[in-house]
C-alpha cells in the first residue's frame, strides 16, 4: 500500500482559508500518479466522510456540502494531493484525513493520524 501523510490543519476563524497536504513521500512518480485519492474528514461522534476526490486525469468530485468551497488537486511529480477550503464553517471541524480510493470510492489504505482543522471564533 502507498504510506500517505496529512498535514496543514490548524484553528481558523469562519470564513477563512486553509491548505491541507497529502504526501506520499515513499512512493514513486510511477505508482502515484495513477492513483485516485480522496479527502475524508470524520468530527467527533459523526462516521467518516469522502469530502472531495481526484482521479488520475484530474477529474473531481465533491460532497454537496463542501461543493463551491473546497477545490483538491494535485501534483503528480511533487506525489502530492491537496485540499484547498475557503468560506469555512463551524461544522467544517474535524480530522481530515486522505487516503487511496478502490474504483469503489471505499479507502483503501490503512488511516494514517490526519490533521485537526477546527473552525471558531
Known amino acids: 500500500q502507498v504510506h500517505l501523510v496529512e498535514s496543514g490543519g490548524g484553528l481558523v476563524q469562519p470564513g477563512g482559508s486553509l491548505r491541507l497536504s497529502c504526501v506520499a513521500p515513499r512512493a514513486i512518480f510511477s505508482v502515484f500518479s495513477p492513483l485516485v485519492v480522496g479527502w475524508f474528514r470524520q468530527a467527533p461522534g459523526k462516521e467518516r466522510e469522502l469530502v472531495a476526490s481526484?482521479?488520475?486525469?484530474?477529474?473531481?468530485n465533491y460532497v454537496d456540502s463542501v461543493k463551491g468551497r473546497f477545490t483538491i488537486s494535485r501534483d503528480n511529480s511533487r506525489k502530492t494531493v491537496w485540499l484547498r477550503m475557503s468560506n469555512l464553517k463551524p461544522e467544517d471541524t474535524a480530522v481530515y484525513y486522505c487516503?487511496?480510493?478502490?474504483?469503489?470510492?471505499?479507502?483503501?489504505?490503512?488511516w494514517g493520524q490526519g490533521t485537526q482543522v477546527t473552525v471558531s471564533s
Open positions: 487516503n487511496v480510493l478502490t474504483t469503489t470510492n471505499q479507502p483503501k489504505n490503512t
Open positions: 481526484i482521479s488520475t486525469d484530474r477529474t473531481t
